[in-house]
């Protein structure tokens, strides 16, 4: 079974500091990560994946992620936050290999950017 | 060009009653997927469609909950005789094909209310 953990509910930072929003998942085989954001009353919107290559992903507005496996992470980062960055992220994975097309999701954190 | 769009955006209904809920994909999109997000629970997978081959129903929660797609495009999500616990957002994405490291798309979501 596939599952992803966010460990924290919700995340404040100042307007211009870095932002980190956490993720670890668990899965069987190689997996393939994804990040989206929900702003309010809105639908997921995809921001960005790990497929395999590179470690540091980088995304939409600026965003970026590195996966680390020994660690079995997949943290987002942004070096610069902005007060239109408060919204709800969602780390997702699904598992390597033929018929699993599910996407399993993690709770989800809240980001506050604080003006 | 445009993205998953879903109907209605708002649905109360009162316990008992049917409902149906449609999704339409992104144009050439072969995988289409219903997800539901409620408070407490997060983003679960429901359902997933890819081409003409049998669907995974694998996580929907009763059989009150059903969904087709006709013509390989346009699917409905039905829910019989609605429980009150069955308010939630339900989510449809799709995506070019069902492979691990495509990126699913999603539509803004129906919210639903069952009084």
């Known amino acids: 079974a596939q599952s992803v953990a966010q460990p924290e509910d919700q995340v404040n930072v100042a307007e211009g500091n870095p932002l980190t929003v956490k993720c670890t998942y668990s899965?069987?085989?190689?997996?393939?990560l994804f990040w989206y954001v929900q702003y309010p009353n809105r639908g997921l919107q995809f921001l960005l994946k790990?497929?395999?290559?590179?470690?540091l992903v980088k995304g939409s507005y600026g965003f970026e992620a590195e996966f680390n496996k020994s660690q079995t992470s997949f943290h987002l980062k942004k070096p610069s936050a902005l007060v239109s960055d408060s919204a709800l992220y969602f780390c997702a994975v699904r598992a390597g290999g033929k018929g699993n097309n599910r996407l399993a999701f993690g709770k989800g954190n809240q980001v506050v950017v604080i003006p | 060009g445009a993205g998953v769009s879903q109907s209605p955006s708002n649905k109360v209904t009162e316990k008992g009653k049917d409902v149906e809920l449609r999704c339409d994909p992104i144009?050439?999109?072969?995988?289409l997927y219903w997800y539901r997000q409620s408070l407490g629970q997060g983003l679960e997978f429901l359902i997933y469609?890819?081409?003409?081959?049998?669907?995974?129903k694998s996580g929907l929660p009763s059989d009150r909950f059903s969904a087709e797609r006709t013509g390989g495009s346009v699917s409905t999500l039905t829910i019989q005789r609605t429980q009150q616990e069955d308010s939630a957002v339900y989510l449809c994405a799709s995506s070019l094909v069902a492979a691990g490291g495509e990126t699913q798309y999603f539509g803004p979501g129906t919210r639903l209310l069952v009084l």
């Open positions: 144009s050439g999109h072969t995988a």
């Open positions: 899965v069987s085989g190689n997996p393939y």
């Open positions: 469609f890819q081409g003409n081959s049998a669907p995974d």
């Open positions: 790990y497929i395999t290559g590179d470690n």
